[in-house]
C-alpha cells in the first residue's frame, strides 16, 4: 500500500471539475464494482494523445510544470477494468456463464466469467451530466496509446464487455460544494450509462 504514494505513481490532474469531480465519481465507480464481481482490477494509465492543431497536421502537445519545469502533465486519463466472477455467482446475479480456458489473476477462466471496460478520459474540466459510456472505448486503444498490453488476446476476445455486465454509471457527490456551505449539494445523483 504505501508504494502507492511514491511520488512515481503520481500523475498531476486538473482538480476542479475533474480529480476532485469526475475522476473521483469513477473512482468510486470502480470500488462499488467489487459489490457485485469477485474480482475487480484497475488500470489507471495516464496518456499523451494527439490533437489535431489549426493547419489540419496532429501533434503531441501537453504541459510541463515544476521548478524547473520537468513533469509532464498528461493529456487524458485512462481506467482500465477487469471483473471477474464464478459463473455459478453471475448466474445468481442474473447473468449466463461461458466457457474459457487461460489464466487471470492465478485463477483458470474456465469457471470465470470475465468482463472488461475501458474508459479515456481527457485531462480537463468534465461537466457531471455526461454518462461515463461517453468516455468508453475499446481497451486495444488504451494498449496501443500506452504502449502496453494489458490482457492477453484470449482474454480479450472471450471477455465479455463490463457495460453490459453492469450499469456503466456514476454517483455525483459534491463533497466539496458541500464543505462551502451548500448542504443539499452532497446528496448523490446518479447519471446513467448503458447496459444492454
Known sequence: MDETFYLTNIAPQVGEGFNRHYWAY?????????GNFED???????LYLPAQSPDGKWRV???VIGNPPNIAVP???AKVILTSRSQ????SFGFGGSSKSSVVGGVTEAARDISIGAFVLPNAVIPDEVPL????VPVESVEKAAGLTLFAPSV?????????????????????????????SAKGVLIGGGRK
Open 61 to 63: 502537445s501537453y504541459e
Open 75 to 77: 493529456t487524458h486519463f
Open 26 to 34: 469513477l473512482e468510486d465507480f470502480c470500488r462499488r464494482l467489487t
Open 40 to 46: 475487480v482490477y484497475v488500470f489507471t494509465v495516464p
Open 88 to 91: 455459478n455467482a453471475s448466474s
Open 133 to 136: 459510456t461517453a468516455f468508453q
Open 156 to 184: 480479450k476476445q472471450s471477455a465479455k464487455q463490463l457495460c453490459r455486465e453492469t450499469k456503466c454509471e456514476l454517483i455525483i457527490r459534491r463533497f466539496d460544494d458541500a464543505r462551502k456551505g451548500n448542504a443539499g
